[in-house]
């Protein structure tokens, strides 16, 4: 697994490139491509880790940072305007990273966080519906009522709650 090792390194090499970026004064704009690019490669380092040595703490805390840099990304700018490409829903990569690190208050924030809106010029509408789903069955599940149009965990079969 030596490739592995080397796609890790280098993935870990580019995040602190990233992460000293991130200090620089930037326009919202770069900020939100820094840190989706920090998310990426944040996964891709996850992955290098469990593939090259089966470190599942390595994976996990990679996959947390991954969704912890998204949900940062999701907070940064209230700003009623809408979303850039690097907001929108359908980036749901990051939800599954905490989904999958065990951190379910982390997705659970990124689906509170994440836009109600379709992008119809930024993402495809399928992808978007999928998003939303994921985001209502979190917040259902949660307890928590969400301002989007989807059925919520009413409208789900009975093994999907």
Sequence with gaps: ????????????TVV?????GLRQPLSPLQREELLTRLST???????????????VLAFRHDLRLSATARRELLLSSPDPAPPSRFRCASRVEPLFDALAAGEA???????????YR???DEEF??????????????LA????????GGAG?????????
């Design 141 to 148: 599940s949660a307890k928590t009522p969400s301002p989007g």
């Design 105 to 115: 208050g982390l997705a659970r924030d990124i689906a509170q966080h994440s836009p």
């Design 41 to 55: 490669y944040r996964r891709i380092a996850a992955i290098g880790a469990l593939l090259a040595d089966g470190d």
């Design 16 to 20: 602190e490139q990233l992460e000293d």
């Design 125 to 138: 509408e399928d992808d978007f519906r999928y998003a939303d789903f994921l985001r209502e069955h979190l």
């Design 1 to 12: 697994m030596l490739q592995m090792d080397l796609i890790r390194e280098n993935a870990l």
């Design 118 to 120: 379709w992008r119809a």
């Design 153 to 161: 965990a009413r409208g789900l079969p009975t093994m999907l709650r």
